[in-house]
Every structure is written in C-alpha cells, then in structure tokens.
C-alpha cells in the first residue's frame, strides 16, 4: 500500500469538491423519471416524506449553497461510516501472504 | 418542497441535485414485494460478504459509498429540460465485487431516503432494488460476461463497465416502469418509451462516469482493482469451526 494514506486522502478531497460541484451547478431539470411523471400527469400522486431531516439536501438554519455543501459533506461522513462499519463486521482476514 | 430558507436564494445556485421515487408512485403490494425482494437480496449479499470480503478492501468500500453518494448529488442536464444522476452499481460491483457492491448501494440510497428526504420510504425497497440490486448483481454479471468475450478483464474493463453501466440505468428504468404500471399509477405502454428514451440517454452519463472512475484508479492504484478478489481463505487448523475460519471483526 505505498502511498496508501495520500491517496485516499486526495480522492476524498475529490469527493468534497464533487459536493461541492453538485451544490453549485447541479441541473435544476427534473431527472428522468420526475420528467416523465410531469409528462405523463402522475407527478401528483408524490407524497411529501412526512418528517424532515437535511430536507433536499439542506442543512436547516443555513443559507444558499453553503446549506448544500454542508448538508453534502454530512452525507458523505454518514454513508462512509455506515458502510465502513458494516465492512468491519463482516469481512475477513486473508491467510498471511496471500496475493494482494 | 418545504423551504425554511428565502425562496430568492435557493433559486439561483441550487439545483434540483437527486429525485428519487417518492411515496405514492408505488401500489402498497408493490411496494411490499419491492421491499422482500431487496431485504431477500442484501440478506444474500451479506452471507456472501462475509464469505469473500477481505479486510484490505474496507478503505475502498469507504471511499466508494462516498463517491458515489457524492456523484449522485450532481444531476447533470440531458437534453430536452430533463436531468439524470450516476447510480453507480456497476462501479461498486467491479471495485467490490457484487455482494459488497450491493451493500453499498443499498447504504447510499436508504440514507438518502432518511437523512435527506429523497425518496420514499415506503417505496425504498423498489429504489434500493432498480437503482442499487440491478446493477451490482445484473449490471456485474453482465460485466463479466462482456469481459469474457472481450479477451478478459484486464483488456476489457473499460468497455465491458461502459456498456453494464448503461444497461444497468435502462434495465433499472424498465423495472420502474414495470411497478408503475402493476401499481396502476401510469400505463406500461405509455410510460415505457418516454422511461427508456429518456434513460438511455442518462445511461450514457452513467457510462462515462463509471469509465471515468474505473479508469482514475487503473491509472494511479491499480493494486484496487485486485481487492475484489483478494480474500484467500486460511488453510484449516486445530480449533476452527468446520465453516474453516471466523469473521474477522
């Protein structure tokens, strides 16, 4: 793993700058299947969530599109975290000297 | 939309970012067999996780989750007024092979479901399913097979994801549409061409995307792509169970 630690940390940089991207130039078009829906007149039989967390990928309380950074960059802590817990739960140690 | 914020803010650098189904798209027996499906699905995926996943890949599994949450967020415009976002199962699958892959998908999009409010969760089983189950475990075995006959992985993993990567987006539309039209919501004749049109031009973002990211790594970490298959499993000794090894935790 040479090098190992730089690596990540640069493509973990990449993933906060793609928050950051989608935060101020992702397209405000509804996406494929919202269109068709609009389309198509059954966009009505959406039902709001009923409770709000980071609503729409906001953080509550702040403006513009630091709310979306924000609201991003918590998502990305929490999706890491989950699924690196669950990796370390079920994975497995390979034999010594095994291929890598 | 329930905005806290000024509307006049919000209106001019944010865009719609991710959409998934939202409640009420989906019949209640829909949504019910949707959701069997994809906890029948991440059961199998984490037996098979625990047989085959090597420890050395966990960083990966975390940066991928990351990437692909993040990538998610940024829709990109297609033509005629209309959006698609990556849903990056193929690429979860060929980094982390499918099982892990499936688990991947399945944390990105309930988490979107209920920390952000993008998609239902009546109908997250479904979202889960089309966006997530589709592409790692159809999306991955059609990946192998086109690697197989495009001379190998190691040739062949640039086109061979490409082209699973745009199946698995239209193959994930067509499963929606299919629930739609079972739920009544909207016919299966209508609703069909628009749902493909529209996604088979979105796949192509899908395609790239996951060309992009697959080629990134081959270029400065190819020692990644060999996690996949890396876990070797010990030769039995004196006091393991006769399943040969424990869970390394």
């Known amino acids: ?100 | 939309m329930n905005f806290t914020l000024q509307p006049g803010t919000l209106e001019t650098g944010i865009g719609r970012l991710d959409l998934h189904a939202p409640d009420g798209f989906l019949s209640f027996p829909v949504a019910a067999v949707m959701w069997i499906l994809t906890l029948v699905s991440l059961a199998i995926a984490l037996r098979f996780m625990n047989r085959t996943f090597d420890e050395r890949a966990l960083p990966l599994l975390g940066i991928t989750a990351a990437f692909i949450f993040a990538a998610q967020m940024f829709n990109f415009p297609i033509a005629g007024g209309t959006s698609g976002h990556l849903l990056g199962g193929v690429l979860a699958a060929v980094l982390l092979g499918p099982w892990a892959g499936t688990i991947v998908m399945a944390v990105v999009v309930a988490v979107q479901a209920l920390l952000f409010q993008d998609g239902g969760l009546v109908v997250l089983g479904a979202n889960i399913f089309n966006m997530g189950v589709i592409g790692t475990l159809g999306g991955y075995a059609v990946y192998r097979i086109l690697a197989r006959m495009m001379g190998g992985e190691q040739r062949a993993m640039l086109p061979a994801a490409g082209i699973a990567a745009w199946l698995s987006v239209v193959a994930g539309a067509a499963a929606m549409t299919v629930e739609l039209a079972i739920s009544g919501t909207t016919p299966l004749a209508v609703a069909l061409p628009a749902m493909l049109g529209t996604h088979a031009i979105i796949g192509i973002g899908e395609a790239l995307i996951t060309v992009a990211a697959l080629g990134f790594i081959r270029a400065t970490r190819p020692d990644l792509l060999k996690l996949r298959d890396a876990y070797a499993p010990r030769p039995p000794s004196l006091g393991d169970s006769a399943e040969g090894g424990t869970a390394h935790a």
């Open chain 1, 1 to 100: 793993m040479r090098n190992g630690r730089s690596w990540l940390i640069g493509v973990l940089v990449i993933v906060g700058l793609t928050v950051v991207a989608a935060s101020i130039w992702a397209s405000s078009d509804p996406d494929g299947l919202e269109r068709v829906a609009e389309d198509l007149g059954f966009i009505d039989a959406s039902q709001d969530a009923g409770f709000q967390i980071l609503p729409d990928y906001t953080l509550p309380g702040v403006d513009g599109v630091a709310s979306t950074v924000a609201a991003g960059l918590i998502g990305v802590v929490v999706v890491f975290g989950i699924v690196y817990l669950i990796g370390r739960l079920v994975s497995r140690r390979s034999e010594r000297g095994a291929p890598s």
